[in-house]
């Protein structure tokens, strides 16, 4: 298995809702990451996850909580958002936080309405 | 802070031809750069990945070259196809968990 797995592919949730993100790969990959893309925009790291401690956190809103339950998953989880959070948000792996190639899963289109 | 260019924004050519994509970045201390595919909507499709100690990659019809002294990058997409249309975005990782920097990307677009 050389895939990153993302769940929904697309999500639209009201300002009040409460949901979640998920990520999961089976390579053995140690690093985890979530990144934000906007229309047009290239990606933008939010949360780094390295050997299931968090490690980066871009300044991120706390209305998006990160959690890494195991090392093959990674969570996200959502609450009271703006409707300029819509993105698509992208889930990536590597073997380690260093000097390895990323793969990336195919995203969730979120869109706040 | 590590800033990643990418040049041209745009590129629109019939097929056939080969093309070259340029990337370059501020700070040369970087462990690997990698090259991406994105389609629109879609998720990003790794081509290439180059270590700082290496010169070049190939992968069938692409290539893509490190200079890292001097911050450069280049894809090299060779007899191009209508299915070469995508986004193709430049990522540098400068730090152990610092994650990528990307590029705002180079938007191909293949004419049949």
């Known amino acids: 298995d050389t895939e990153v797995t993302q769940t929904p592919k697309h999500l639209v949730m009201g300002m009040t809702n409460k949901k979640s993100l998920k990520c999961e790969q089976h390579?053995?990959?140690?690093?985890m990451y979530w990144y934000k893309q906007k229309a047009k925009k290239p990606p933008e790291l939010m949360f780094v996850?390295?050997?299931?401690?968090?490690?980066i956190n871009e300044s991120v809103p706390s209305r998006f909580s990160p959690e890494c339950p195991n090392s093959s998953l990674l969570n996200l989880h959502l609450h009271a958002l703006q409707p300029e959070d819509s993105a698509l948000y992208l889930c990536?792996?590597?073997?380690?936080?260093?000097?390895?190639?990323?793969?990336f899963g195919s995203g969730t289109r979120l869109t706040v309405v | 802070k590590q800033e990643v260019t990418q040049i041209p924004a745009a590129l629109s050519v019939p097929e056939g031809e080969n093309l070259v994509l340029n990337c370059s970045f501020t700070?040369?201390?970087?462990?690997?750069l990698q090259w991406f595919r994105q389609d629109p909507g879609k998720g990003l499709t790794s081509l290439l990945l180059?270590?700082?100690?290496?010169r070049e990659q190939t992968s069938g019809r692409l290539n893509a070259s490190l200079d890292k002294s001097s911050g450069r990058s280049t894809l090299y997409i060779a007899a191009s196809q209508p299915g070469d249309s995508a986004t193709y975005l430049c990522?540098?990782?400068?730090?152990?968990?610092?994650?990528?920097?990307f590029g705002k990307g180079t938007h191909l677009i293949i004419q049949p």
């Open positions: 996850y390295s050997y299931e401690k968090l490690s």
């Open positions: 990522a540098v990782l400068r730090g152990g968990a610092d994650g990528l920097t």
């Open positions: 990536a792996s590597s073997p380690a936080p260093a000097n390895y190639g990323y793969t």
């Open positions: 390579m053995g990959h140690r690093a």
């Open positions: 180059i270590q700082s100690s290496q």
């Open positions: 700070d040369s201390a970087i462990y690997n």
